[in-house]
């Protein structure tokens, strides 16, 4: 039987679910303010025993199927891409709101294609080094392996 829903929405749907519970605790929760726990933090590690669990997920004919992390880490790469996009369009703007700076503009524009143009060219080396390691032991290593690295390189709090 066909699948109703795209994981992508249901993965969205959880993600805007968790984010209120994270803030909600950071609010409540003397210790997470005390310390300076960021909510994204909290949200992200519900998330985590969530999944692991099993609990996050989307429902099918067939019953409930959990989420692959690969599909957050896609949603994530998107988001993250389109952050960058939203700070173009509204960079440069002057005190009236009329006119634009170009060296803002062109900055962000550099900006943007350096961090993609850089991801695209760590993902490649990554994938061609798990592959020639693969060839030359013989292991059997996921050449997700080195999407995980690139992307906590390239995406993370570093």
């Not at 959880?14 to 984010?19: A, D």
């Not at 003397?30 to 969530?50: H, R």
């Not at 005190?95 to 962000?108: F, I």
Request: glycine share 12%; proline share 4%.
């Amino acid at each position: 039987m066909e699948q109703l829903l795209s994981p992508y929405l249901v993965a969205l749907f959880w993600v805007s679910i968790l984010i209120p519970a994270g803030i909600f605790l950071r609010y409540k929760v003397k210790f997470f303010q005390n310390y300076l726990v960021p909510s994204s933090l909290i949200t992200g590690f519900i998330g985590m025993i969530l999944m692991n669990t099993g609990l996050i997920g989307l429902p099918t004919p067939d019953g409930w199927m959990p989420l692959n992390f690969s599909t957050f880490a896609l949603l994530t790469t998107i988001i993250f891409t389109a952050n960058f996009t939203m700070i173009g369009i509204t960079a440069g703007k002057s005190n009236d709101g009329n006119s634009r700076s170009k060296d803002m503009t062109r900055g962000v524009l550099w900006l943007s294609i350096t961090f993609v143009g850089g991801y695209g060219v760590l993902m490649v080396t990554g994938v061609s080094v798990i592959w020639a390691y693969n060839a030359l032991t013989g292991a059997g290593l996921e050449t997700a392996t080195a999407a995980n690295l690139v992307q906590g390189f390239t995406g993370g709090p570093a």
